[in-house]
Nanobody, 119 residues
Framework: QVQLVESGGGTVQAGDSLRLSCAASGRTFSSYTMGWFRQAPGKGREFVAGIDWSSSVTQYAESVKGRFTISRDNAKNTVYLQMTSLKPEDTAVYYC????????????WGQGTQVTVSS
């Protein structure tokens, strides 16, 4: 069992940066593929970024490529999402997710953290 707790959300202005953190419990975290998803008001949940267990493979949604960076520290059981050049359309609840095999249909989810970008 893995529990995920996000932090770092808040309200910022367009062009600002923000870093989200996701702390994981459980000894198996270091072997999990991890990712970030988001859900904007009135929209479905969408994939934002993913990272494999060794940090050798990362994936990004086209809408955030070049602006967001996913990373992880297995020693701290934490995965991060560095967000730069934020836009109002990045406003959403951001969820951390993890799975033993892939990030397409993650088994474990955090409770979410709100990110609001004002213009």
């Amino acid at each position: 069992q893995v529990q995920l707790v996000e932090s770092g959300g808040g309200t910022v202005q367009a062009g600002d940066s923000l870093r989200l953190s996701c702390a994981a419990s459980g000894r198996t975290f270091s072997s999990y593929t991890m990712g970030w998803f988001r859900q904007a008001p009135g929209k479905g949940r969408e994939f934002v970024a993913g990272i494999d267990w060794s940090s050798s493979v990362t994936q990004y949604a086209e809408s955030v490529k070049g602006r967001f960076t996913i990373s992880r520290d297995n020693a701290k059981n934490t995965v991060y999402l560095q967000m730069t050049s934020l836009k109002p359309e990045d406003t959403a609840v951001y969820y951390c997710a993890g799975d033993p095999y892939n990030i397409v249909t993650p088994k474990y989810w955090g409770q979410g953290t709100q990110v609001t970008v004002s213009s």
